[in-house]
């Protein structure tokens, strides 16, 4: 399996850096796991867990998080950039727009998720997208770009079926990344999508530390609890559990052109 979303090198949440949570993940099974950077504090944190994990286990993912926007956005932004100039991350991420907590910053989120897919359309690398309460700005930004855009993933998807359908049907090569919420009790709309999504629109994630899923629930979440979500998916689309697997490992290395050695 293939955890497409994690941050493992936090160290307020992993103490020794991730370095254990990568081990017991290669332990259940997860052959793979994308760090997606937040900060330019976060990227030393990240990077040092790239380096110190088994050859071929991780790959980094690089831009600034919406929450850490602000008026000098641009230059934070690239003094990140900076920061893994010397790296090959596989995507742009995680970016976008997160609007549930404060709208202050909304236009200069806005700018913000422009110029990272603008650098990815000149990179070659898709775009690990976070988008909360902006759904309609997030498809605006990304309107203007046309025909030229970058791949793109929604990472930690827990809308509904009406949402699927409207990013289907605007993106038709959008993955969707799906983690612990799927699994959660009070998250039926979630299922109720999932259950239209087909597969090959599908990626694991486990968004670590947070929303570890049933019966995890509760814990500081780990890379090694993506089975549960796994399995989850598959009881909801009743096939199993290795056909899930299979198809999100698939999605997953086309969209971040992973090696063949991450695909089982």
Known sequence: MIDTHTHLYFREDYPDGGVGAVERALAEGVSHMVLPNVSLESAEQLLRLHRLAPAGSTSSAVGLHPEYVDRDWRAMTQAVFDRFSEESPVAIGEVGIDLYHDQTWRMEQMDAFGDHLDRARAMGLPVIIHSRNALDDTLHVIGLMGAERPKLLFHSFTADSEDARRIMSELPDALFGINGVVTFKNAPELREAVAELPLDRIVLE??????????????????????????????????????VENATNSNATGFFALNKEYRS
């Open 206 to 243: 486990t968004d670590a530390p947070y929303l570890a899923p049933v019966p995890r629930r509760g814990r500081t979440n780990e890379s090694a609890y993506l089975r549960y979500i796994n399995d989850k998916i598959a009881e909801i689309k009743g096939v199993a559990p290795e056909e």
